[in-house]
Nanobody
Framework: QLQLVESGGGLVQPGGSLRLSCAASGVTLDTYVMGWYRQAPGKEREGVSCISIRGLNTYYADSVNGRFTVPRDNAKNMLYLEMASLKPEDTAIYYC?????????????????????WGQGTQVTVSS
């Protein structure tokens, strides 16, 4: 029922910035914990950054903490990932996700019964 579409990826130089967007349809986001995952070639999908329903609590993977932020706009049914100081190791396909987990941490680290199927994601390539 919850459908998510990612956009905003592209090629960026190391040290650059990028803003990803996730548009939701089917239902409003105001009952979902939301977040971003990424999957690099040869690696498992990992939780990058997640945010609680009202945005009062966030989780960031150690690898991105201090460089990424994950704002949400429930009124517009949008989730964002603001990426700065990008590194080549950030190269991956980025996916957004939503669920009724209890916390942002839970959605990113121990997701269960996600409320939307994985979409196509958006490719982020960090290279000079």
């Amino acid at each position: 029922q919850l459908q998510l579409v990612e956009s905003g990826g592209g090629l960026v130089q190391p040290g650059g910035s990028l803003r990803l967007s996730c548009a939701a349809s089917g239902v409003t986001l105001d009952t979902y914990v939301m977040g971003w995952y990424r999957q690099a070639p040869g690696k498992e999908r990992e939780g990058v950054s997640c945010i609680s329903i009202r945005g009062l609590n966030t989780y960031y993977a150690d690898s991105v903490n201090g460089r990424f932020t994950v704002p949400r706009d429930n009124a517009k049914n949008m989730l964002y990932l603001e990426m700065a100081s990008l590194k080549p190791e950030d190269t991956a396909i980025y996916y957004c996700a939503g669920g009724r987990e209890a916390t942002a941490h839970a959605l990113c680290v121990r997701p269960q019964n996600l409320s939307a199927r994985w979409g196509q994601g958006t490719q982020v390539t960090v290279s000079s």
